[in-house]
């Protein structure tokens, strides 16, 4: 009875439900599924994780050049004389969003009078810093310059109006002091350290995974518009049309993809969208072929037949009855091709035509710190280098999983016969 249902179960399973069964048993295409899943969640979240949430993580501080992992930083925040901007958290998680603080690495302070006494941090030992005053008002608040501060000896209070707000603000010395200490000192820890312009590595690195994404999934959507529609028309009509589809298949074939890449980059300029065209303009022709050669097998078939008999246009029989079924190639040479666009885009902002700073790629990023990989900061290139590996591995764990999860040879599904 349990064999029969079994049975059952098998013969009324949908293709996607049985391909999602054998691609979970698996083990490493599923580890390469959560390791892009949860790539694709930070990308999403993007500035809304990061520790410096300014555009591109680009808040630069040189004197915190190379800190290593797990160093914080003590900072002076300093607000702007200016109105706070508005910005919606869709806005910050997907442009960042600019400080409304001016933000001050200190080794040290203390107050005098009105003011707060700071020792800029140097990273020397001893610190050595510049001595630099700032009024405790002006710290605080985005004083409206129109009016001066104005300080009560006896009373020790300061008198003050803010931009957008009318009334006139009277606080205590004591008051402020303590309002500085509580929301104006922070502490920062940099849990990847700092590259060499003092920026936040972790922040640029989920940034960067962002750009990674973004840049195989455009690159992969141009590859099968273009792939599919060649392709499709080469199959299925065949004759003269096929003929000059791969004369220009094998032209494009026959040169080296990344110096095509660089190529059609210096043409179109530096930058991320020139990427996102460039790399996809050169992984057509792989779709292009596997569609064709499907097509030409599927073309023939009964069904085919069928379609012309009951009066079909050929754009309906391609469209509804062809295409479907060259999904499986595609999807699987859709997650090798999106290692590849990783892979390819994290070359090209390694040689420096990609992305531009201060656009935070891994190539990059690798490209920038080059130099220490010899040096006791090695990890500032190892820790993009390896982002690309683990990217790039976990799309083509997902590819092979989805090959072998697609193959109708598989005999893993077929039921024991009774008597065995």
């Known amino acids: ?111 005098n009078g009105d003011n707060v006494l700071v020792e800029e941090f140097t990273g020397s030992q001893p610190n050595k810093g510049g001595i630099t005053k700032y009024n405790i008002a002006d710290v605080i608040y985005a004083l409206d310059n129109k009016s001066p501060i104005q300080y009560d000896t006896l009373k020790a ?8 707000n009318p009334n006139k603000i009277t606080k205590s010395i004591v008051e402020l002091r303590k309002q500085l200490q509580q929301e104006n000192i922070v502490h920062k820890k940099y849990f990847l350290g700092t590259d060499i312009l003092g920026r936040d590595i972790l922040s640029r690195l989920i940034i960067g995974t962002r750009i990674s994404i973004s840049v195989g999934l455009v690159s992969v959507i141009i590859s099968i518009v273009i792939g599919v529609f060649l392709g499709a028309i080469a199959g299925y009509y065949r004759g003269k049309l096929d003929t ?49 050669g499907q097509i030409m097998s599927i073309r023939e078939k009964e069904f085919v037949e069928a379609g012309r ?78 982002s690309i590996m683990v990217m790039v591995l976990a799309f083509m764990l997902v590819g092979n999983g989805l090959r072998d999860a697609l193959d109708t040879r598989n005999l893993d599904d077929k039921p024991i016969a009774a008597g065995n």
């Open 1 to 111: 009875m349990l064999f029969k249902k079994k049975k059952i179960d098998f013969e009324s399973e949908s293709l996607s439900a049985a391909t999602w069964r054998r691609f979970k048993k698996n083990k490493l295409s599923m580890l390469g599924l959560f390791i892009i899943i949860f790539a694709i969640i930070i990308s999403i979240l993007g500035y809304t994780i990061t520790l410096d949430s300014t555009p591109y993580a680009n808040d630069q501080k040189p004197e915190l050049h190379i800190k290593s992992p797990g160093f914080i930083s003590k900072l002076l925040l300093v607000r702007k004389n200016a109105e706070k901007e508005s910005n919606s958290f869709f806005g910050k998680m997907l442009f960042g969003k600019q400080d409304d603080y001016i933000s001050f690495t200190v080794y040290n302070y203390f107050f």
């Open 157 to 164: 209070t300061l008198s003050f109006y803010e931009i957008g």
């Open 244 to 292: 000059a589809i791969m004369w220009l298949i094998n032209v494009v074939w026959s040169i080296p993809t990344l110096l095509l890449v660089i190529a059609i980059t210096l043409v179109l300029g530096k930058g991320i969208i020139q990427v996102f065209i460039a790399v996809g303009l050169t992984m057509w022709v792989d779709v292009a072929r596997i569609v064709r």
């Open 309 to 386: 008999a009951l009066g079909y246009k050929n754009m309906r029989i391609v469209m509804k009855h062809v295409l479907p079924n060259v999904m499986g190639p595609m999807v699987v040479m859709a997650a090798s091709n999106f290692a590849a666009a990783i892979l390819t885009e994290a070359g090209l902002s390694f040689l420096g035509i990609g992305a531009q700073p201060p656009v935070p790629s891994w190539g990059e990023m690798t490209n920038t710190h080059q130099g220490y990989i010899l040096m006791e900061k090695a990890y500032l290139a190892f820790i993009p280098g390896i």
